[in-house]
């Protein structure tokens, strides 16, 4: 199987940070909660939180949890999910087990590359976060709106992003 594309982004606790950028606050997209498994995905996409525990549960002890220390999203452009299910590469199910995913997850209605990315890194549809077109203009500036690359900066934390297209320094600049 061919993949077209490969896009890595990282976020590493050990990562150099270029440091938070500065923008106008805009209003916080709203954000669906990961839960480790694809199979609780909604109609809709999303990957929802588990409901809240019932009474009988909460009056055990908590099970302590292990912090989480790094988040990577890994984006395979152009891979459809159905494609990706048929052949089951080793690979992506070893991820898979481990991690939190949708195979029903949608993109924005301009699917192109860079603003399909854009959108899916801030949670701004395309008219927000300001990249309309799909390619490396440096001239037609960066994204408008806070991404997750901010989140973590401001939340003291360090991201990296690793690209397989310059086009997607648009988001990460």
Known sequence: MRFLSLLLLVVLAAAV???CRKRAPEPSPPVAALRPTGRDAGA????????AA?????ARPATPRRAIRH??????????????????????????HKGSYSLQART???ASTLPSHAAMLSGFDMKEHGLSWNSWQPERGYILVPTIFDAACHAGDHAAAFVGKRKLEHIAH
């Open 108 to 110: 924005i209605r301009h």
């Open 71 to 96: 988040v990577i999203i890994i984006s395979e452009d152009g891979l459809r999910p159905d494609a990706l299910m048929d052949v089951r590469p080793p690979v992506h199910e070893s991820i898979m």
């Open 44 to 51: 809709d996409g999303l990957i929802r939180a588990a409901p």
């Open 17 to 19: 940070s270029a440091g």
């Open 54 to 58: 019932t009474a009988a549960a909460t």
